[in-house]
């Protein structure tokens, strides 16, 4: 099984539609991330939470809002899609103990989402 | 300029050759640097860490260096299965939320 899931994996919705990404993890991590990727801008950091009571915005926040309902939840809102909202969201974990580096990210499949 | 740089390629390139990708860095406050490597439509997966001292595994080998700010990988032998986009990626802080991704180099192995 999977370390990081994502549901669903492919989205169409409309404009002005609210969608909700939901990650699960159970590799046991702190900390979780929602990344956007796009051709030619790579992955852009939209939100993080370190545990349970901490969110923090990230780089490209406007328009998302997040949720972190559990150690091992973290789901990603669109309040009111738009067309440049169409990416593909990545969640992400990390465990600042991890030996292999501070903070590495590991990443769920992603959700690939089309806002018409 | 942006923080996180790479030659988007792609770069084809015929089995068994061996090829190079650099990556360049603005802020020399980066303190670890990383290989991904991302299949199409899939997540990025961890290649490998980046360490000072330049480091291998296997066909694949990392360096760094700090003074011109630049993070290299290169393959050797090269397999049809190299086929991806490679992505590196600096972490400003110690802190995950600092993690900054380059925008990927596409890689073509070609029979």
């Known amino acids: 099984d999977a370390d990081v899931t994502q549901t669903p994996r492919n989205r169409i919705t409309k404009t002005g539609k609210r969608i909700m990404l939901e990650c699960s993890q159970t590799k046991g991590h702190d900390r979780m991330y929602w990344y956007r990727q796009d051709p030619g801008l790579g992955l852009r950091l939209i939100y993080y939470s370190f545990d349970v009571k901490d969110i923090n915005k990230g780089e490209i926040s406007d328009g998302y809002s997040v949720s972190r309902q559990a150690q091992a939840k973290f789901s990603l809102s669109l309040e009111s899609a738009i067309p440049n909202q169409t990416a593909l969201y990545f969640c992400?974990?990390?465990?600042?103990?991890?030996?292999?580096?501070?903070?590495?990210?590991?990443f769920g499949p992603g959700t690939r989402l089309t806002v018409l | 300029r942006k923080e996180v740089e790479q030659d988007p390629g792609p770069f084809n390139v015929p089995e068994g050759a061996t090829v190079a990708f650099n990556c360049t860095y603005s802020n020399s406050a980066s303190q670890s640097f990383f290989w991904y490597r991302q299949d199409c439509r899939k997540e990025p997966k961890l290649l490998m860490s980046?360490?000072?001292s330049g480091n291998e595994d296997g066909r694949f080998t990392a360096q760094l260096n700090r003074a011109s700010q630049y993070i290299s990988l290169l393959i050797r032998d090269s397999k049809l299965s190299d086929s991806a986009t490679y992505l590196c990626?600096?972490?400003?802080?110690?802190?995950?939320?600092?993690?900054?991704f380059g925008p990927g180099t596409r890689l073509s192995v070609l029979p």
């Open positions: 990626a600096v972490n400003i802080g110690n802190y995950g939320q600092n993690f900054v």
């Open positions: 980046v360490y000072s």
């Open positions: 992400a974990t990390s465990d600042p103990r991890s030996k292999i580096s501070t903070d590495t990210q590991y």
